[in-house]
């Protein structure tokens, strides 16, 4: 479907900057169109993951993750051929837009790439549009053409990373309704603390779900919170605690125990994690009636919930579509946030550069 316009500009690249947690990443995003159809091109997109560096620390520091964003911003700007380079300077590349996550996240790491855009408006006289990081997840399934052929509202969204757990009802481009929420920890959250606990390093959830690839998700009984409970919202701070004192009674006294038991310890807790994200998904979407159901976010990239939800679906609501987003645009990327903010542009939400700062409590 395409987007309704209130811009007549049939074609628009954007420059996309995303600097929200632990991933400086940029891209040029190329939109154009002729009559009804359109194309969207990607020519250029690089991201600089601060992992290895906060993995020492077990999990992310914001002032390290601020300093390293201003570090890599300027080389991926560079890259990106947005300025010129060297002594033989390139033309540097011409976009039309600038799109910037401006919340929610870390108030420090979204400064640096609100700054460095609103500084790049400023030069340049391109317009600016500030983007909800969730937002961006959003969009980031609607960047594989096959899934923009199927792109049909209402769309039923989970939304799953490690800030946030939310089932979204997506009525139409930037019109959103929040059907579900996590009332403590995001599911990402619960993958990374629960990982932490076991000794695992930092970001737990791509660790977690390697281990369990060799364990039995049966062996140790943990919680499932609110699965019972008939509303959409979820809840797993429990299975933090049931963890932490699963661990304190059995492993405290014996690493090699734990080590030995890592396996089923992991698929049981990645058990837990999705069974609950599948079962408020399929609910929400039996009650919301949505034409398809996109996975975004982090957590999304995991294995386990992308074939229990495919199961799941194809059983009980074989005439909905799950659309997730291209291998490798799970967990943050600038690609996302051109896309939303395309979005945006479209629709003339057009911010003043003067006026923009970082809103790191945003909501969507
Ligand atoms: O979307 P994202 O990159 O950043 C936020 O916006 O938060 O998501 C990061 C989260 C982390 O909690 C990480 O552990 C989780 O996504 N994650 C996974 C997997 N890959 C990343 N969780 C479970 N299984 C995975 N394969
Ligand atoms: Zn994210």
Redesign the pocket.
Known sequence: MPISSKLQAPSLKILGIET??D?TSVAILDYSERGTRYAVRLPHHETATQIPIHRRYGGVVPEVAARTHVAELVSLLERAGIFGRGTARRAPTSFDAIAVTRGP?LATALRVGVEGARTLAMLTGKPIVGVN?LEG?LASAWLVPENRRHWEFPILALLV????SELVLMRDFCKYKVVGRTRDD????A??KTAKLLGLPY????E??KQALTGNSQAFDLPRPMLKDKGLDMSFSGLKTAVRVLADKEFQTSISKLQEALPDLCASI?AAITDVLVEKTVRAAKFHHPKAIIMV???S???E?QKKMALRVKAELPDIRLLKPPSGF???NAAMIAAAGLWRLRLGKIDAWKKMDAEPELDL
């Open positions: 929200s947690c991933e996240g990081h997840h990373s490690g800030g946030h995001a599911a990402g959250e993958f990374d970001p737990g959830g791509p977690m779900s990645q976010g982090g957590v990239a995991n294995g919930l799970y967990t943050d």
